[in-house]
């Protein structure tokens, strides 16, 4: 298991994200803004502010 630090491309807050993969999606703790995981590259993960609409959280 690879463990990725990486800064919210949001709130800049660093997050620890492990077994990821792309396209997953993980939140921010600090600003909670969904992240989708875009590119996965040795030691480094790309992050993007995740589309709002397109998944039923059962709000
Ligand atoms: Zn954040």
Redesign the pocket.
């Known amino acids: 298991m690879q463990t990725f630090k990486t800064p ?6 660093t ?1 620890n994200l492990s077994d990821v993969e792309v396209t997953e999606i993980v939140s ?6 969904r ?1 989708v995981i875009g590119k996965i590259k040795s030691n480094q993960i790309q992050l993007s502010e995740a589309p709002a609409v397109d998944e039923d959280w059962g709000e």
């Open positions: 919210c491309p949001i709130c800049d807050a997050l921010c703790p600090e600003c909670r803004s992240l």
